[in-house]
């Protein structure tokens, strides 16, 4: 009979004298100490490897951001009286950076706790020591290092105390180049991490960026900018660059009311000359897939935008620096400036977005300047078509511009853009999905339609191979004569058809009472339907191409669909030129694998994922997340796999085969199994649970300990299917290898429940 073993080890020690940690045993340390490293960071993942990490230490800082700005922390609204937050995010500088250079002296404090009351209630300015420990949370391929605290003392004021005024000089931003942070790289712009510690938990400022794309289609809208010759995003810390905190947030915080002066919040536009201050963060966010996937460039955290709402509830009030309450100890901060706006390309048409082979579609628009003594430049369309581009220069008359497409052979997608260049050098482009006036998405591709659309991969190949809409997106009804199989099915979580094992082959079904219904081995034939691509929202999946509202019939039931099932390497599916764009939205299955880890979020997060990497750890693959069902994910139907499926997950153990879902989230790629079956080991995937919780005497209690022990533990599931056998050891201090034990204990077999 095979027997799995849970050995359970207690190092017993005796208690004298209570012993009491004093502060005086806390080391103190510069910020400048916990943000430099024994050996150069080579990858964002070094980052956790730090001599300081989990240590108890001291510093002082000044309150760098207003603390009341922070809102990252999720509201839970069935607080109506206080809005409870579970955190708070505030950014602070080293004391030591006046006499000893800023160079490495920020920090992001994170506190939940009593920490949290102590610090939304001090001011930009305020002087404070701070006992606590050092974390790193990881998000995507980066790692973020925070200090956790509720131990805070009140030191001063660089406002109100006389002695500490000569630190003011630390809250203005520091003036940089982004290329100090930053660098582009053959896979995408990257951080400059030799910089590392110098910048990072920074406030920073660049002057003259510009602003080269934004999305406004989400209520966290992004926008990222080019300064020196790179990049990088904004990040939405502060409650004041984000419009998902409108309804309301913790009592006295900063966040926008619409039903004020303020309203949404709206980067500008593509092409504004900006002046931009913010505090250096890693990336985890990368809408527009112009990054490095492994090392991500470092994002800016804006915190200000020069508005404070004081007082509590209905009695706020708004304030800018115009109108300051008498006393108010300084100038809020405006972390994003426009010092240009490009010319505007409005009362834009199309004439035909699902044009014959014989149709030419035109396109007509009018350009006006940004100001009145601001002339138009230049003006010119590029255009994508059978994977190849073409710049046209236009000529207008008064504005007013206009152009006539050749014609495309049958099924062609062609993508185009409008750009714009005015007398200051300041250039402004019209992009596919932009919103016009009236904040309705605008069309910039069309798609050539004589005959039907006869495979998926037309219908999912985007026009440069990499991740994006589908060129049919909002095209409404498309004729088509599509016949695919059922590959997932409503009980799996998504339902997703193939037409064939080839990359682009699969494709969504939106969930509905009609498509409800069927099964794997189905195979249906669509005549008609609608393309959409979801939003950046859709955390497992984003931008990946579904059919709503297909019109179709199942013809055939029972088909062998795991011959319609691509098998891949971990290496297509994580790959830097297209993040595995050809395999979104299908499944896929990896063979010959093995278990990276079972926590991809280790150490500070637990979002269920668990990831493998084909081959072995020799062949050094590239690894690839598992991660449950997420319940706000439109496509969802139902969540098979439990959030907790991945604890007892065992590193290194050999998969002959994995599969799922594939998609692309949040920096990385993602596998969702469809059920537990999914994943088939080798040997033994699963350790026996290590959730038996055993009841222990307090520390320092007295007890008197007897050969003789009765073992309680709560019922366990072994996945693995085999009959347990618990060990219980218990040894004194110095036995930290357990070989002379006070008590060895075997329980009797527990079968598995």
Known sequence: MKHAYCIFLMILFFFGSGITTLLADIPQVSIRDINTYDEPIETMQDLIHHPLNDELIEITAIVSSYPRNSGLATPDFDDPNNTTIGRIHVFVIDTLAYSEGRAGMGLQLVVSGEGLNTLENLERGTIITLRGRVSYYRFGNTYTAQFNTDDIDYVGSVWNDSEFQKYQELLEPWVISLSEINEAGPSGNTARLENYTTYIGQYIKLENAVVINRDLTSNRPWMYIEHDGVIAYNRDTSLRFRNDRTQGYRQGYNFRRLDGEDGLYEPPPPGAVINYSGYVVPNSFDGDNVEDNNNPAMAIVAMEDGVRWLGLGAAATRFTNENLPSGYPYQIPVDLEVIGFPPEVVNYSISNTTPAVTENVEINFTVVPSDDDVEIEKVELEYWANGSSTIVELQGTNGQYSYSFPTFDDLTSVIFEIRVTDSNGIGGVLRDGDPDEDMETQSLRFFVVESEVNSISIISRTSDGNRGPSPLTGLSQVPVNISG?????????????????????????????????????????????????????????????????????????????????????????????????????????????????????????????????????????????????????????????????????????????????????????????????????????????????????????????????????????????????????????????????????????????
């Open 485 to 753: 199989v059922v590959i997932a099915d409503s009980t799996d979580g998504y339902i997703v058809i193939h037409d064939s094992n080839e990359p682009w082959s699969g494709v969504f079904l939106y969930p509905d009472e009609t498509t409800w219904p069927l099964r794997r081995g189905d195979r249906i034939s669509i005549t008609s339907t609608e393309v959409l691509n979801t939003t950046p929202a859709n955390n497992n999946f984003a931008h990946v191409t579904y059919l709503r509202d297909p019109v179709f019939e199942v013809v055939e039931q029972g088909v062998e669909y795991e011959a319609y099932i691509p098998v891949v390497t971990s290496l297509e599916l994580s790959n830097e030129e297209d993040r595995g764009a050809p395999y979104e939205g299908m499944v896929v299955r990896v063979e010959n694998a093995y278990v990276v880890t079972n926590q991809a979020d280790a150490p500070n997060n637990d979002f269920g994922e668990w990831m493998f990497a084909s081959g072995t750890p020799d062949d050094d693959y590239p690894g690839v997340r598992v991660r449950y069902n997420l319940a706000q994910n439109e496509l969802r139907v139902r969540a098979p796999i439990l959030l907790n499926f991945n604890d007892d997950i065992k590193p290194g153990a050999g998969i002959q085969s994995v599969q799922g879902v594939y998609g692309y989230s949040h920096g990385n790629g993602k596998l969702t199994m469809r059920s537990e079956n999914d994943v088939v080991a080798e040997d033994v995937l699963f350790y026996p649970s290590r959730a038996l919780p055993i009841f222990m005497p307090a520390d320092g209690a007295e007890i008197t300990a007897a050969t003789h022990i009765q073992i309680q533990w709560a019922a366990s599931r072994e996945r693995n299917d085999k009959d347990l056998t618990y060990i219980f050891l218990m040894t004194s201090e110095g036995d930290t290898d357990f070989e002379n034990p006070l008590i060895k204990e075997e329980a009797t077999d527990h079968e598995t429940p």
